[in-house]
């Protein structure tokens, strides 16, 4: 019943920039982290940028300095702000959360259906 829904993908021109968004929705009473990986053509899905509950954040090598991840706890929602584009962030971005939600007595990794990013040089 939980979903994790992505929004802002699309073509960027190098350089540019683009917002990314991720809701958490169906009766969700708990988000612990939230964050984004992404997945190139013949690479395996790799982190990108992770952000805890109290907004401790964790970014990749490859998207440090350029990438911003934010949260809205009162809303359920992740954002990945990407500034600076590079052909290489090509790939297509997954949101995930780690929700609790009853009648789990743990909290649980959700992923959202991905969106794909493009970076045109």
């Known amino acids: 019943q939980v979903q994790l829904v992505e929004s802002g993908g699309g073509l960027v021109q190098a350089g540019g920039s683009q917002r990314l968004s991720c809701a958490a929705s169906?009766?969700?009473?708990?988000?612990?982290?939230m964050g984004w990986y992404r997945q190139a053509q013949g690479k395996q899905r790799e982190l990108v940028a992770t952000i805890t509950d109290l907004a401790f954040t964790n970014y990749s090598d490859a998207v440090k300095g350029r990438f911003t991840i934010s949260r809205h706890n009162a809303k359920n929602t992740v954002y990945l702000q990407m500034n600076r584009v590079k052909p290489e962030d090509t790939a297509v971005y997954y949101c995930y959360a780690e929700i609790w939600r009853p009648p789990s007595t743990t909290y649980r990794d959700y992923w959202g259906q991905g969106t794909q990013v493009t970076v045109s040089s």
């Open positions: 169906g009766g969700v009473f708990s988000i612990n982290a």
